[in-house]
């Protein structure tokens, strides 16, 4: 897989590694069970309106719009072949929303035209 980063680092800010080092890894960890067939995957970062904002995209074969509405739901797989012979509960992703949350942020699936895209909003809080 091909890692691009386009990150912003200009900025420190004040959060809790171990929660945004489980959403993070969470987010990867997906990407290499579901998306390595796309070998491509973009990690960027900005501060936006006082929040700093992580995407972390793939080139894989994406989430159908059917699936979209559940991937964040407890125990929820797709029941697909992307899914199969593939082990995990269904639950990390909740639990990195929740984890988002915790944090006074979101965790999103924003539209792309190829593979998927998550986005990690935080509140910028104080900046040094």
Do not use: W
């Not at 489980?22 to 990407?31: C, M, P, T, V, W």
């Not at 067939?37 to 992580?54: A, P």
């Not at 074969?61 to 559940?70: A, P, Q």
């Not at 006074?104 to 924003?110: F, P, Q, S």
Request: glycine content about 8%; charged content about 25%.
């Amino acid at each position: 897989i091909v890692l691009n980063t386009y990150l912003d680092t200009t900025a420190n800010i004040h959060s809790d590694p171990d929660c945004l080092e489980q959403i993070l890894n969470n987010l990867l960890s997906n990407l290499e069970k579901y998306s390595a067939i796309g070998k491509r995957l973009d990690i960027s970062s900005e501060i936006k309106n006082d929040q700093f904002i992580i995407r972390i995209r793939d080139y894989g074969n994406g989430i159908s719009r059917s699936e979209r509405k559940h991937i964040f739901m407890p125990f929820y797989r797709s029941n697909d072949q992307l899914t199969e012979g593939v082990s995990g509960t269904g639950i990390g992703l909740t639990i990195a929303r929740q984890q988002a949350q915790h944090l006074g942020g979101t965790l999103e699936l924003v539209d792309v035209e190829t593979g998927a895209c998550f986005e990690l909003r935080l509140p910028v809080g104080e900046l040094s």
